[in-house]
């Protein structure tokens, strides 16, 4: 049986969980917002669509370090989209997000991380083929 403070451990951790999702939705809806700063915009498309997408750049498959990502970069990511977006701009979409039911799908970025996996493996196959 489990203890109640292992229990509000567990619940802290599921709250926090949840605001990282919320604000990743925020994210997304805050990098199309035209009163977010252009640079913020920016940073904002690649957290949101790193977030989002269903592909990694560290695959999940492997031990502690698939995780890595997703515990650590990504909530650091949120953290300094947040700081440059203007606070009533975050408030507005943290509100549109917490409303959300859906899933934003983020084919672009799926592209993307396609694309630098093939050119990892293109440039690895070269080295290790054609390379004295």
């Known amino acids: 049986m489990m203890s109640a403070q292992t229990s509000g451990g567990f619940e802290r951790l599921r709250g926090w969980a949840r605001s990282v999702k919320r604000d990743v939705y925020a994210v997304y809806f805050a990098a199309r917002d035209r009163r977010t700063p252009w640079y913020a915009r920016a940073l ?8 989002l997408s269903p592909i990694d ?3 999940d498959f492997i031990p502690v370090i ?3 990502d997703d515990i ?11 700081r440059m977006i203007p606070p009533e701009v975050m408030a507005e979409h943290r ?10 799908t983020s084919l672009g970025a799926a592209i993307a991380i396609i ?14 083929l054609w390379s004295d």
């Open 72 to 82: 650590v970069l990504v909530p650091l990511g949120i953290l300094l989209v947040v």
């Open 66 to 68: 698939g995780y890595l």
């Open 44 to 51: 904002a498309f690649v957290v949101a669509a790193y977030a």
């Open 115 to 128: 694309f630098l996996w093939i050119c990892a493996a293109a440039l690895t196959m070269w080295y290790f």
């Open 95 to 104: 509100q549109r997000a917490a409303a959300m039911d859906g899933r934003p």
């Open 57 to 59: 750049l560290i695959p």
